[in-house]
């Protein structure tokens, strides 16, 4: 395993991103919706950063459907959506932007509710990696190709507690695709 962020680097990567979302965000009426479960560590930083009046919800994408082994469709559970989003700015937050596929799917769904815009944060994009017209309107930084964890990220539900960001060695990860 080898530091790719180190924890001041976050800090200071993730207090310029907070910045940018103030900036970006001042006087509109914005919930911040956080992206279960990689992005809880994100989400309540920023939520200590931010000094704007905001909304704070969480969606779970579900890779599966319950009792079955074959993946499918990513669905928003609006019911954790406690206030709504109908008529409000909407920032999703996720950890890691790769494929771009999950937030490629959760947006069209999140836009039904009838917010006024969305966009998205997330701390850590993946160069060369996105396969949907859609980037990050937020980025904290962006890194190489590799299995990385820390700062909320896991490998099998290990290293989520790392106040840094590692990137895993091939053989840590026996050949697991890198999220």
Known sequence: MKTLISEEQLREGIGRLADEIRRHYADKPLTLVGVLVGSIVLLADLIRLLDIPCRVELVQSRERPQGT???GPLVVDPELLVSGIRG????????IFH??????????QLDELGPETIRLAVLLRKE???RVPKQPDFVGFDIPNGFVVGYGLDYEDRYRHLPYIAMLDPQETGGSTPH
């Open 88 to 95: 409000r700015h909407v920032l999703l937050v996720d950890d």
């Open 99 to 108: 494929s771009g596929n999950t937030v490629w799917e959760l947006i069209p």
């Open 128 to 130: 060369g990696q996105c």
């Open 69 to 71: 082994a074959r993946p």
